[in-house]
């Protein structure tokens, strides 16, 4: 069974015709969230590391929604714009994640969509319940 999703509140609305998260064979794969502000579908002002929190904040509401939470994610993947980011973005994320360390890859991009300085994806292990 295949169950897609993007009506996650508290996320902003995709952006295109993807679904936020998209659950199959155990696994909850979650959209890349940019940072935008979920009510104006704009970029948050503030520099990366509010625009590194947005991110976080809203793969939290996506995987609230899924009944999942950082705990689950067993796989993420960082686009940054300028790799001069990685230190204040790995403390953000390190923040959110907390004692939960999964699979990482972090990547420099040539450019991300409508102007963002980082994405983050994830993938995620839906538990037996």
Known sequence: ??????????????????SKVT?????????????????KMTIVEGGIQAQAERVMQSLSAVLTHAELSFA??????????DFAHFDTVNTVYGKWMKDSKPARATVQVAGLPKGSLVEISMIAAIPQR
Do not use: H, K
């Open 72 to 81: 689950d994610v067993v796989s993420t993947t960082i686009y940054l714009m």
């Open 23 to 39: 659950m199959a064979n155990g696994f909850a794969f979650l959209a890349g969230q940019i940072p935008l502000d979920p009510q």
């Open 1 to 18: 069974m295949v169950a897609y999703s993007s009506d996650a509140p508290d996320s902003p609305s995709a952006i295109g015709p993807y």
